[in-house]
């Protein structure tokens, strides 16, 4: 079982940043394959970014690369998102998700995860 706390989600004028973090425990931090994703009102839950064992590789979806940047601290168990230059169509709720046995899921598709946390709402205004 894995346990995920996302924080630091807020509201943040346009051209802002926040860095969204996400609390994990349960299982060794540095075995798990972790990704965020977000959910605006009315829409599905879409793919942002996604991080391998290390930092080696990275995954982004198109809207926020050169914006967005996910990195781990695995001496901290801790996952982050630095959002910059946010724009009010980032306005959503932001999960981060674990995978904890590394399947074969491309990291961008939400069968790849099996644990996920409650959420953090960030509200981009203009």
């Known amino acids: 079982q894995v346990h995920l706390v996302e924080s630091g989600g807020g509201l943040v004028q346009a051209g802002g940043s926040l860095r969204l973090s996400c609390a994990a425990s349960?299982?060794?931090?540095?075995?798990?394959?972790m990704g965020w994703f977000r959910q605006a009102p009315g829409k599905e839950r879409e793919f942002v970014a996604a991080?391998?064992?290390?930092?080696?590789?990275?995954y982004y979806a198109d809207s926020v690369k050169g914006r967005f940047t996910i990195s781990r601290d695995n001496a901290k168990n801790t996952l982050y998102l630095q959002m910059n230059n946010l724009n009010i169509g980032d306005t959503a709720v932001y999960y981060c998700?674990?995978?904890?046995?590394?399947?074969?899921?491309?990291?961008?598709?939400?069968?790849?995860?099996?644990?996920w946390g409650q959420g953090t709402q960030v509200t981009v205004s203009s």
């Open positions: 349960g299982r060794p931090f540095s075995s798990l394959e």
């Open positions: 991080v391998g064992w290390t930092e080696i590789k990275k």
């Open positions: 998700a674990a995978d904890p046995t590394g399947t074969a899921w491309l990291p961008s598709t939400r069968e790849k995860y099996d644990y």
